[in-house]
C-alpha cells in the first residue's frame, strides 16, 4: 500500500516568511510525528498527534512553529518568520498506534536563504 | 533524558565482507527500531526489534534489552548497503517519541 507522503520535497524560501510542510501518513494510522534532520542537531523530535490531539508537543523549538491535524489524517507543520537556522529536512511518521512500529515518509528539505 | 549512542562512527568495508553495528541506550525501552538511510535521505524500516533476535536476508538484529545495547549484523555487504544506520529506542510505554543515535556511516567498496 501506499506509504506516507510529504509535499513539497523541497522549499526555498526567504528569511522572515511564512511555511507550511504538509504530512500525508499511512492510511488508517492514529498516530503522526514530526522529526527534523539537520546537520548540527541530528535527526530530533518535534510534535506526536494521536487521531487530532497533540499529547506532546515538546520538542518544538519556538513559539514560530505549530503544527495541527485533521479527520486523523493529513498533517501540517507551520513555520512562521522562517530563520536560517531552520533550514533542515522535516520528516514526518505515522504509527498504527503509538506503541507500534513508525514509517517514515521522504522528507520535506527546507532551505531558509 | 535517555542517551542512545551507536558505534562505529564510521566503517568502510570490501564488497563481500560482514559487520556489525553496535548501539547502546542509557534506560529501559519500550520500541527499538532500526533504519538505513539511502543516499536519497529516505529512512528506510529495518528491524522492529525492542527485545529478541529477527533475521530478514543478509541482515539480522539482535536486543539484548537487560543489558540495553543491540546489535545489527549484515553480512556479505552489497554497495548497495552503502549509507547511514540509524538505532532509534523510545523510552516510556506512551512516551512516544523516538530518540536517534548519531548513525554509523558504513561505505561498502566494490
Known amino acids: 500500500g501506499a506509504g506516507v507522503s510529504q509535499s513539497p520535497s523541497n522549499k526555498v524560501t526567504e528569511k522572515g516568511k511564512d511555511v507550511e510542510l504538509r504530512c500525508d501518513p499511512i492510511s488508517g494510522h492514529t498516530a503522526l510525528y514530526w522529526y527534523r534532520q539537520s546537520l548540527g542537531q541530528g535527526l530530533e523530535f518535534l510534535i506526536y498527534?494521536?487521531?487530532?490531539?497533540?499529547?506532546?508537543k515538546s520538542g518544538l523549538p519556538s513559539d514560530r512553529f505549530s503544527a495541527e491535524r485533521t479527520g486523523g489524517s493529513v498533517s501540517t507543520l507551520t513555520i512562521q518568520r522562517t530563520q536560517q537556522e531552520d533550514s533542515a529536512v522535516y520528516l514526518c511518521a505515522s504509527s498504527l498506534n503509538n506503541v507500534y512500529e513508525q514509517y517514515f515518509g521522504p522528507g520535506t528539505r527546507l532551505t531558509v536563504t | 533524558g535517555i542517551q542512545v549512542e551507536q558505534s562505529p562512527p564510521d566503517l568502510i568495508l570490501q564488497e563481500g565482507a560482514n559487520s556489525t553495528l553496535r548501539c547502546n541506550f542509557s534506560?529501559?525501552?519500550?520500541?527499538l527500531q532500526w533504519f538505513h538511510q539511502n543516499p536519497w535521505g529516505q529512512l528506510i524500516n529495518l528491524f522492529y526489534i525492542p527485545s529478541g533476535t529477527k533475521q530478514n536476508g543478509r541482515l539480522s538484529a539482535t536486543t539484548v534489552a537487560t543489558e540495553r545495547y543491540s546489535l545489527l549484523y549484515i553480512s556479505s555487504s552489497q554497495t548497495t548497503d552503502s549509507g547511514v544506520y540509524f538505532c532509534a529506542v523510545d523510552l516510556f510505554f506512551g512516551n512516544e517519541k523516538l530518540t536517534f543515535g548519531t548513525g554509523t556511516r558504513l561505505t561498502i567498496i566494490p
Open positions: 534506560d529501559s525501552v519500550n520500541n
Open positions: 498527534f494521536q487521531g487530532n490531539s497533540a499529547p506532546d
